[in-house]
């Protein structure tokens, strides 16, 4: 091997004596070449700026409109032509829809509906997933078997179910808003539980081992020990419950009977229902809009710090 | 694992099992039993037993309803995704490029559809998309004069492309997190060796970008598939599932979803058929059920192919 390498290189030797002589030959080529791709790099990078740019808009312009949207009066949305710029923005829109629309109360029912549905999912699915991760159990196997298949069907396909359910119940017509917190809670519980079960599995046993050697009982090593560690993985996953119901339409609009004056929705059936066939108040739309999408999309980018470490994490090892 | 007492494993599982029984597994087996019957709103206590009729008429001929809106809800899916990775790929790899400066300012700005909540998005698009008022169609009127106007969400195929942009919007920032992700962890020495070897920019995108990046985007698309398949509100909340042009047929925009959702709840449901419709959701649920299986496969084999 070693002998090879020795005699290919002395017959390269002279070679590479010839070759010196046209490599100089070439340095003016080479430059020529290197020019001619910088300038081709230059270009490139122009195009990607370019596009970046018109990306930039395509994602930015829906959002710009909804505000420019909400500064304006009714009258003006409703123009042929292309206005970029609200003449005269005014914040008529927003005075009406938190005084003369029951706005607040679709905010506080929302609040109420996704937070009593975000506690319920995360204390049942936490506790389920450590005891997933940590103890042996006859049924265990089968349990996550289970899991996975109703992970698969979505709530939605199970919509009469949920309505012939609670109706027979009298919840619909006594306390919707409850029913319907349960059924977010029982729909995202499963899902929780998969992604903080697969964070448990990342946190080593040994420091629950360690703290029962010292004399904890095994709730208070997972109370003490496990469960702090496990906060990306509560957040991420609470962050999911909450942030979802404010998007869900399709059960609450089926769920929740509106009445007189509508202040018994949640925002998604609520703000709907402010359009009829013959009109639709884009303004007090958009200004509704704007309230609920600031605070939620912030909160949404705010805490997607945690879904590297914790729903990656769950998502990929689950 | 730790050894503990059954007790305490029961006090740790049994409150999530039983919470799943009722709100998950019993609406479940409520949807399975229900369609082998003829249950509906007239006959809502005397139904019998129909064995598996419901099923076949939901999938006995190819031009049962139900076959035509699982067809359109495919295309839409398939559209979709390819859209999806088109965009995200070449957002992610602009964004991967070190000549690009303000690299995390631009990420951002590319982010912020994800972040609205996607019961507002199809409200700001509605109004884009309004024939009359909406933005796009002034934008046209002021470059091809005043009959110019494109019918988004009122004919049937513009329908179909204004929720597949929709739904591109708010989706591609999903796959150009993924793609980038996955971007970022591939060696720099890799382009450089290959680059020395006189392989051209497609050449080593093609050779060793794309395979590296396919344990990330295997499971994001299948994922994205599911979610995609039974999405319910951009087209709900744009379109109603319409346009409706035969009163026969489901509307253009009915993705499986929204079909059972009209024919249940709509305002032409009359008298809705349970059985039939459950027969349907279970049939949807076979579809999605063999979906999660594949993605499980494919992030089983991506973390093969990892590790």
Not at chain 1, 207 to 229: I, K, M, S, W
Not at chain 2, 60 to 82: E, Q, R
């Amino acid at each position: 091997m070693s002998d090879q390498t020795i005699t290919s290189t002395t017959s390269a030797l002279p070679k590479a004596g010839i070759l010196s002589k046209e490599a100089l030959r070439t340095v003016e080529e080479t430059r020529a070449i290197a020019l001619s791709r910088r300038k081709r790099g230059s270009i490139w990078t122009g195009l990607i700026y370019l596009f970046l740019l018109i990306m930039t808009v395509f994602a930015l312009f829906p959002i710009y409109f909804v505000v420019q949207a909400s500064l304006r009066s009714n009258q003006t949305l409703y123009t042929t032509d292309l206005e970029l710029f609200p003449a005269q923005p005014t914040l008529d829109n927003y005075g009406y829809v938190l005084t003369q629309l029951p706005f607040l109360n679709w905010v506080a029912n929302t609040f109420f509906v996704c937070g009593l549905a975000t506690l319920l999912g995360i204390i049942f699915s936490t506790t389920a997933a450590y005891a997933l991760s940590r103890f042996r159990f006859r049924g265990r196997q089968m349990t996550l078997v289970i899991l996975l298949a109703i992970q698969a069907f979505p709530q939605l396909l199970a919509l009469l179910a949920y309505y012939l359910l609670l109706q027979t119940l009298g919840v619909i017509s006594t306390a919707p808003l409850l029913g319907l917190a349960v059924v977010y809670a029982g729909g995202s519980i499963v899902f929780s539980c998969w992604n903080i079960k697969g964070y448990f599995d990342t946190i080593p046993i040994e420091l629950e081992q360690a703290a029962l050697v010292d004399g904890a009982t095994p709730t208070q090593a997972f109370l003490r020990v496990t469960l702090p560690l496990a906060t990306p993985a509560m957040a991420a996953s609470a962050l999911l419950i909450f942030i979802g119901g404010w998007s869900e339409f399709a059960i609450a609009n089926i769920l929740l009977n509106a009445n007189e004056t509508g202040s018994n929705l949640t925002f998604a059936v609520g703000i709907y229902s402010l359009q009829n066939d013959f009109r639709t108040p884009w303004g007090y739309f958009a200004a509704a809009s704007v309230l609920v999408a600031v605070p939620v999309s912030a909160t949404f980018l705010y805490l997607q710090r945690y879904f590297k470490s914790g729903l990656t994490i769950g998502s990929v090892k689950g | 694992m730790l050894r503990v007492k059954p007790r305490l494993i029961a006090t740790y599982i049994v409150p999530m099992l039983m919470a799943v029984a009722l709100v998950d597994v019993w609406p479940l087996l409520y949807t399975v039993s229900t369609s082998f019957t003829n249950k509906s709103v007239i006959h809502l206590d005397d139904y019998h037993f129909v064995g598996l009729q419901n099923y076949q008429q939901a999938i006995g001929s190819l031009d049962s309803s139900f076959i035509y809106v699982l067809l359109l809800t495919f295309l839409y899916v398939f559209v979709c995704i390819a859209l999806f990775l088109l965009v995200g790929m070449a957002t992610a790899l602009a964004l991967n490029n070190p000549r690009i400066k303000g690299r995390s300012i631009w990420t951002l700005a590319l982010m912020l559809p994800w972040a609205v909540p996607n019961v507002v998005t199809p409200l700001i698009w509605k109004f884009l998309f309004n024939y009359d008022f909406g933005t796009f169609n002034q934008l046209l009127r002021l470059a091809f004069g005043k009959q110019a106007g494109i019918p988004w969400t009122i004919h049937p195929i513009w329908a179909f492309i204004s929720v597949v942009i929709v739904n591109v919007w708010l989706s591609y920032p999903f796959f150009t997190v993924v793609i980038l992700g996955a971007l970022q962890s591939i060696s720099q020495d890799l382009h450089e060796a290959a680059n020395v070897d006189g392989a051209n920019a497609w050449q080593r995108f093609r050779y060793i970008t794309l395979p590296l990046l396919r344990p990330a985007i295997t499971p994001a698309t299948i994922l994205s598939g599911i979610l995609t398949f039974q999405m319910f509100n951009i087209a709900y909340l744009i379109t109603q599932g319409g346009p409706i042009t035969s009163p026969l047929k489901p509307g253009v925009t009915s993705f499986v979803m929204i079909y059972i959702y009209n024919k249940l709840f709509g305002d032409t449901a009359g008298n809705p058929h349970y059985g039939a419709l459950s027969a349907v959701a279970v049939l949807i649920f076979f579809i999605l059920l063999g979906m999660t299986l594949l993605s499980l496969r494919a992030s089983n084999v991506a973390k093969g192919a990892n590790t």
